[in-house]
T-cell receptor, first 113, second 113 residues
Framework: DVKVTQSSRYLVKRTGEKVFLECVQD?????MFWYRQDPGLGLRLIYF???????EKGDIPEGYSVSREKKERFSLILESASTNQTSMYLC????????????FGPGTRLTVL | GDSVTQMEGPVTLSEEAFLTINCTYT??????LFWYVQYPGEGLQLLLK?????DKGSNKGFEATYRKETTSFHLEKGSVQVSDSAVYFC????????????FGQGTTLQVKP
């Protein structure tokens, strides 16, 4: 079974803090994704990576950065957290073919106070 | 750009009722279409998919047919159970975008005994 794990299920941070969200997959997938999920908006893509050290902006990259130093790990960084970044963050991975399924982690519920 | 529109929720049904959740899309070319399900407190998991026109995806009693003429991918189940209560997301993946998923806003289904 494919497994995608995320470092925390729940996280509470203060405005202005630097926040790291970690995602690890165990299936040697090339592509990895970070989404945020908000009620009524579905999932929106923040960043994705199609190979080690490669990254591309998604639809809502502002206020975020990412790092992919190893194939299995994809980190999302909030340089200076703000209250409007309170959300559910979901990581996913996928092999290369565009028809292949994305596999999702359980999500991190981030609250910024 | 590409987009997915789902019927608004929440949808409340009694056990054994018939379910339809409407999904329409706008996309260039021939995207792959997906239904993902999110059970309470969990990440998303693939429910079914279809990769070309007239394909029918099916899983766990759920079905959806890729209709290019109406740009639709409606989800149906003949007899829902309480355990089907979840949020359902319709999504498309377009090969021109490194396979990133574009999601609808999600539809919450609540099944009452």
């Amino acid at each position: 079974d494919v497994k995608v794990t995320q470092s925390s299920r729940y996280l509470v941070k203060r405005t202005g803090e630097k926040v790291f969200l970690e995602c690890v997959q165990d299936m040697d997938h090339e592509n990895m994704f970070w989404y945020r999920q908000d009620p009524g908006l579905g999932l929106r893509l923040i960043y994705f990576s199609y190979d080690v050290k490669m990254k591309e902006k998604g639809d809502i990259p502002e206020g975020y950065s990412v790092s992919r130093e190893k194939k299995e790990r994809f980190s999302l960084i909030l340089e200076s957290a703000s209250t409007n970044q309170t959300s559910m963050y979901l990581c996913a991975s996928r092999p290369t073919s565009s028809t292949d399924t994305q596999y999702f982690g359980p999500g991190t519920r981030l609250t910024v106070l | 750009g590409d987009s997915v529109t789902q019927m608004e929720g929440p949808v409340t049904l009694s056990e054994e009722a018939f379910l339809t959740i409407n999904c329409t899309y706008t996309a260039t070319g021939y995207p792959s279409l997906f239904w993902y399900v999110q059970y309470p407190g969990e990440g998303l998991q693939l429910l079914l998919k279809a990769t070309k026109a007239d394909d029918k995806g099916s899983n766990k009693g759920f079905e959806a047919t890729y209709r290019k003429e109406t740009t639709s991918f409606h989800l149906e189940k003949g007899s829902v159970q309480v355990s089907d209560s979840a949020v359902y997301f319709c999504a498309l993946s377009h090969s021109g975008n490194t396979g990133k998923l574009i999601f609808g806003q999600g539809t919450t289904l609540q099944v009452k005994p």
